[in-house]
């Protein structure tokens, strides 16, 4: 804005302001720059609005438990790093999606990260302890983590959440035995906030998170309820 003062013995005895529009509106002159962004935005738009899939009910997340969305996506970091756990942090889920077309851009929206996908092992008796933590997070209502690839029954008792079974791939887990893990590179880097531990041989994979979730939709072409 521009503010004009008479100052009179230290007083202000007038002024007069009024507003200056520092933008506009209307069509910009096209210049070569212009039309290099409006070249590029043509590309990712094509690319980006693809429809690759079609959702048959609502998409919604939840800070609480397992959502349909969680399953999706862990499924997807799973089956992307052909792991037989797959992990992914609620927090890192930004969008709700409706039923109906899903295209390319709804999945970055979802999860608007270059996240990589990532790989580690853990012992029978370690993923018995991310089991208990996340079992216990689901009975206090405040999972920071989905989960896929693992079977789990638990009960209450003493405030506390005791695991009764846990299997992976229908195969009860055993202790001395090693899991493969799939997550992304942001849990990777946060092990002791969303696994309660830290990994060790983590293996980085080129492929994003992003890029395994759109290869599951079109591999999939309708996804029901998880």
């Known amino acids: 804005g521009e503010l004009q003062l008479t100052v009179e013995n230290h007083q202000v005895t007038s002024f007069n302001g009024k507003l200056l529009q520092l933008w506009v509106r209307h ?4 210049n070569e720059l ?20 079609t959702l048959a009910s609502d998409w919604k997340r939840g800070g609480g438990g397992e959502t349909n969305i969680g399953n999706f996506i862990s499924d997807a970091i799973r089956e992307g790093a052909s792991a037989q756990v797959g992990i992914t942090n609620t927090s890192g889920i930004r969008k709700d999606l409706r039923a109906g077309s899903v295209t390319k851009l709804d999945m970055f929206e979802i999860c608007p990260f270059r996240n990589v996908l990532c790989t580690f092992t853990l012992s029978g008796k370690e993923l018995r302890a991310l089991a208990e933590r996340y079992a216990q997070s689901l009975m206090d209502g405040k999972s920071s ?7 789990c029954s638990w009960k209450r008792a003493d405030a506390k959440a005791i ?11 055993q202790d001395e035995k090693t899991y493969l893990c799939g997550t992304s590179d942001f849990v990777i880097n946060q092990g002791d906030k969303y696994l309660g531990m830290a ?9 994003t998170v992003y890029q395994a979730m759109v ?3 079109k591999k999939e072409k309708t996804i029901g309820a998880q």
């Open 145 to 151: 983590i989905q989960l896929s690839g693992l079977q």
């Open 163 to 173: 695991l009764v079974s846990l299997s992976v791939g229908g195969t009860e887990v």
């Open 34 to 53: 212009t039309k290099l962004v409006g070249e590029f935005k043509t590309v990712v738009d094509r690319d980006y609005g693809e429809t690759i899939g």
């Open 199 to 207: 990994t060790v041989g983590v293996t980085f994979s080129p492929t």
């Open 215 to 217: 290869e599951k939709v």
């Open 27 to 30: 069509t910009v002159p096209g």
